[in-house]
């Protein structure tokens, strides 16, 4: 399976969302990285055939989705930022009443919902009022929705929103264990997210593509360019005006500070391994992530 998008824009008024934007995927999990405004939610929403594009088109297995219609929507599973519940509905009422619009057999609805419901851990909660359901609750169950159909091309909006560290391990490893066969496309703000599990990582910033590649061609990228050094408080105001500054450390001696800069900050920093953290805050310093 391939999915094609092919030199997408989206305007909106006068201000231009997504410009000229290509890229092609194959089954794995591709991490759409950038704070807000960049454009990533405004692709997914394309991709998942809720927003027309302003010019462009998605192809899959060459074929034009809106050509495909409800044939590409059969494969579809998306995740919105934003999903709506019915507050009086059950878990167990809302993930039937999705499986009904997908298109399940009542048999094979009953199946996929308790699969699903043990797969992101509400088995005990089922039968409770989605109104009563906690933040992470709503997004567990939210991606058991998104999963039900058994989708070939899987579109996640910040899946782990309000998930504790636990449940983002376990929703990790579980998008590892089907990624194999399916094309996962996840955005977020979270690097560990995706660190050890995109396939590709990409980077996009004014609506554009501004870097892609796997984590560890992304961090070879700062290969001699992250430092370590303990610095008193005189010496940070230096640091913040010439250097991005990843973490800040109170250690008694000072403040023990890392930071990409292209050469030395100071006499006694030390080179230290870079990572996808130090590649974010390399490309989007200044920017909101709020």
Partial sequence: MELKICNIKHSY????????????????????????????????????????????????????????????????????Q??????????????????????????????????????????????????KYSGGMKRRLGIAQALLNNPHLLILDEPTVGLDPMERVRFRNMLSEISGERIVILSTHIVSDIDHVAKQVLLMRDGQL??????????????????????????????????????????????????????APCDHARLVEPSLEDVYMHYYKGASVL
């Avoid at 997504?18 to 950038?34: C, E, N, R, V, W």
């Avoid at 039937?96 to 048999?107: N, Q, S």
């Avoid at 199946?111 to 909660?125: F, G, K, S």
């Avoid at 501004?210 to 010496?235: H, Y």
């Fill in 13 to 80: 008024g006068r201000k231009q969302l997504l410009k000229d934007l290509s890229l092609s995927m194959t089954p794995g999990i591709y991490g759409l990285l950038g704070p807000n405004g960049t454009g990533k939610t405004t692709l997914m929403r394309i991709v998942a055939d809720v927003l027309r594009p302003t010019a462009g088109k998605i192809l899959l297995d060459g074929q034009d989705k809106n050509a495909m219609g409800d044939q590409y929507r059969a494969i579809l599973g998306y995740l919105p």
């Fill in 210 to 263: 501004l870097r892609q590649g796997t984590s560890r061609e992304l961090v070879a990228d700062l290969e001699g360019q992250v430092w370590q050094a303990v610095v008193n408080k005189r010496q940070l105001e230096q640091f913040k005006a010439h250097v991005t500054i990843v973490n800040m450390h109170q250690l008694d001696s000072g403040l023990e500070l890392r930071v990409v800069s292209p050469v």
């Fill in 82 to 131: 934003d999903l709506g519940f019915y507050g009086y509905f059950t878990g167990r009422d809302f993930l039937h009443y999705v499986a009904t619009l997908k298109g399940l057999t009542k048999k094979e609805a009953n199946e996929r919902v308790e699969q699903l419901a043990n797969t992101v851990n509400l088995t005990e909660h089922l039968d409770k009022k989605c109104g």
